[in-house]
């Protein structure tokens, strides 16, 4: 028997999962423009930046409505109000791609380096964690969710190594430290969408489950894990 309410909450889940296929586009674009020293798509990435804040405020529409019209509880409330916060969490890749095609275009302007295979793997690895995160929204899969909560250590360690391995460049190249800088910029952004993609597991596993997940280790413990690098 179709609720009142059901298809209002088909409506937002749509809505959140058509941002989530632009904050995708959006990433994928600002790389390609990295691998292939593409300034000229700086600002087309700054116009699908522009339609991903339009998603988000159209969200936030209705979301209010929802909870005007319906005053949902239970799993009908946790899903409205973490599609909001999954909504944030994609505006914010929106952003990230920004930073990053501001890298690249950056990168096209100066002297050419060889870009490490570790600013690739790192670059997979979030993509792959961001569609992992909407695939478990998508289906509401707790388990999925709750994987991409674990890798995201591997994806802090790897963008470390990055890091570490930049400053080690610029020690022997100095003339290479604008690039190497970007470089590093390019692989924070990228930890940062990861950050993101895990914030939007754990939003899924607390529709799912009625768990939260945040700070779950910490607040547990008293105290903070810090992730050995």
Do not use: C, Y
Not at 131 to 154: G, K
Not at 180 to 187: G, N, Y
Request: no cysteine; proline share 3%; net charge negative.
């Amino acid at each position: 028997m179709t609720r009142i309410v059901d298809p209002d909450l088909h409506s937002l889940r749509e809505m959140v999962l058509r941002m989530g296929t632009l904050a995708e586009a959006i990433l994928a674009k600002s790389l390609r423009a990295v691998w292939e020293r593409d300034a000229k798509l700086e600002p087309e990435i700054r116009a699908d930046d522009l339609e991903i804040d339009r998603m988000d405020v159209a969200i936030d529409q209705a979301v209010l409505r929802l909870l005007a019209l319906h005053a949902p509880v239970a799993k009908d409330l946790r899903q409205v109000i973490a599609s909001k916060t999954i909504a944030t969490d994609l505006e914010r890749v929106g952003d990230l791609a920004r930073n990053i095609a501001k890298s690249a275009a950056r990168l096209a302007e100066r002297p050419d380096i060889e870009l490490p295979p570790s600013i690739q793997k790192l670059a997979d690895e979030s993509q792959r964690i961001l569609r992992h995160a909407l695939d478990s929204f998508s289906s509401t899969d707790a388990a999925l969710a709750r994987r991409v909560v674990q890798e995201d250590d591997q994806i802090d360690a790897d963008e470390d190594r990055i890091v570490r391995q930049a400053i080690e460049e610029i020690r022997r190249h100095p003339e290479t430290v604008a690039q190497e800088v970007d470089l590093i910029l390019i692989a924070k952004n990228l930890e940062r969408v990861a950050d993101h993609a895990t914030n939007i597991a754990e939003d899924v596993v607390l529709i799912a489950e009625a768990e939260n997940l945040k700070h779950a280790e910490k607040l547990a413990t008293g105290v903070e894990t810090v992730t050995p690098r």
